[in-house]
């Protein structure tokens, strides 16, 4: 919350406990106490509601949003990202430095990835490393049907920046740009000028034209669909820095769960390496989530401690998100639809002609399938091949994360696969340990080794399916209409795309 709206608070607080010590002290009876309850009520409503009046507009949303005191040691796992943005940070702290060499300042760091992984945290983080001033918005908040409303709110957006660097003491601040993509997405040819107007003030912003050079503002944008940028965001001098923020590994995952149960009491039984190694997939806040449930759980039960079982049933609640015996609806079909298509267009990547059928029929426990052609048994498999078909069953959890950033339930079944593949990829000795005994394989070694083939074959099939976004929007359509999509089918559509 900002200077303004504390302020308010506070008098609001103040005065209501100058209420409550009056009536005390002259001894009211019980119904003046109630009455002073009230106003209390109302003073402190009245101070909300001004300081939040008293907000531009395109800060309104970012000012919601907590403060920006959060340190790196906050964040979990990402070691990666964390150092690469600590470096890029050192352009801005020694300035002086990076002017007499004269290096061109930095303006603009971008962190890709899937949503849930910490981008915000790290710019949070970024701007206390930095004692910068911080600001956040969203992307979305930019887009709006007039003209050149969108380009002033960006004009306000960092002019809010600068002043609020300048009343704090700093001499930088750091603006924090959500979904990007909302804003600084491909203009196609037929896109309207509005959008236009947006992103060129956006640019002109990060030229820092405006020349008011005592406040530095550097820009950090985060999108999990770079692919869609507009090229004009990604030339040097705009985003010189991207950095890559991924799903958590194994040890991050843990390292996260470390961070998020900090607060709660955990029984001495409970493993957190052994939920982050059942957690494969999640992200930092789906894990977060996983311990919020867990002591809701031990709550429920009445259980002063966190146990292994509530932490079970989280993962249960967070895997399958809100889905719960009821129809599905359409939107559930088309996260279905996403899934298995990400199952088929890998297979017929792969394996060109061997999809007989993808259908949204619900099947046993699925709520969609991909039928295969009948393949001729196999008694030899090579590694090739068990990698393919790792990859088309880590197809659909891939296809769903690009598409909405999560995953869901219906992977579960996708993973014990891909686990039970990697299995006998390690056995046959055809794994990074080479030949080995499996009994002589520690739990350790071997839960490390599948991990690692795991996140080798996720950022492949990600790398293959990522630039199928737009195959994905016409098969949808089809697919979510007609409930099911022939082998055939999808082979045209996947050629007349790739024309
Ligand atoms: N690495 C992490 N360490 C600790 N907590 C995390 C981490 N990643 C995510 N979280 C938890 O998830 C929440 C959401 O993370 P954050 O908003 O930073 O994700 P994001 O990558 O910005 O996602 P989005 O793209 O959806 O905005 C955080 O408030 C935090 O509770
Ligand atoms: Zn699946």
Partial sequence: MRKISSFGKEIAIGAAIVLF????????????MVMGLLMFGALFLFARQRGGLAMGTAGKKAAARKPAYLTFEDIGGQDQPKRELTEALDFLVHRDKILKLGIRP????????PPGTGKTLLAKAAAHHTHSAFIAAS???????????????????????????????RDSAIVFIDEIDGIGGKRDGGQHREYDQTLNQLLTEMDGVQGDESVRVLLIAATNRKELLDPAL???GRFDRQIQVDLPDKSGREHILRLHARNKPIDEGVSLGKVAEETFGFSGAQLESVMNEAAIYAMREQSEKVQTAHLTQAIDK??????????????????????ELGHAIVAEH?????????????RGQALGYVRHHPQQDRYLYTQTVLEEQIMIALGGAVAEELNYGGRSTGSRGDFEQATSIVRTLIESGMSDLGIIHPQALTQEQWSRENEKILNELT???????????ETFRGL????????TLSGKQLREILLKQAA
Avoid at 21 to 32: K, R
Avoid at 106 to 113: H, S
Avoid at 322 to 339: F, G, K, L, N
Avoid at 350 to 362: D, E, I, Y
């Fill in 476 to 483: 949808l359509d089809i697919l979510v209409s007609e409930e």
């Fill in 21 to 32: 010590i009056f009536l005390l002290y002259v001894g009211f009876p019980p119904a003046f």
């Fill in 318 to 339: 967070v895997m399958m998100g809100e889905r719960m015996d009821r129809e599905t609806t359409r939107e559930e079909r088309e996260r279905v639809a996403i899934h």
């Fill in 234 to 236: 990604l030339r040097p």
């Fill in 459 to 469: 950022g492949k099939t990600r790398e293959l399916l990522g630039s199928k976004l």
């Fill in 350 to 362: 792969v394996r060109p002609g061997s999809v007989a059928q993808v259908s949204l029929t619900p």
């Fill in 139 to 169: 992307g979305s908040e930019f887009v709006e049907m007039y003209v050149g409303v969108g380009a002033g709110r960006i004009r306000d957006l960092f002019k809010e920046a600068r002043q609020q660097a300048v009343k704090l003491k």
């Fill in 106 to 113: 930095l303006k603009g760091i971008l962190l890709t990835g």
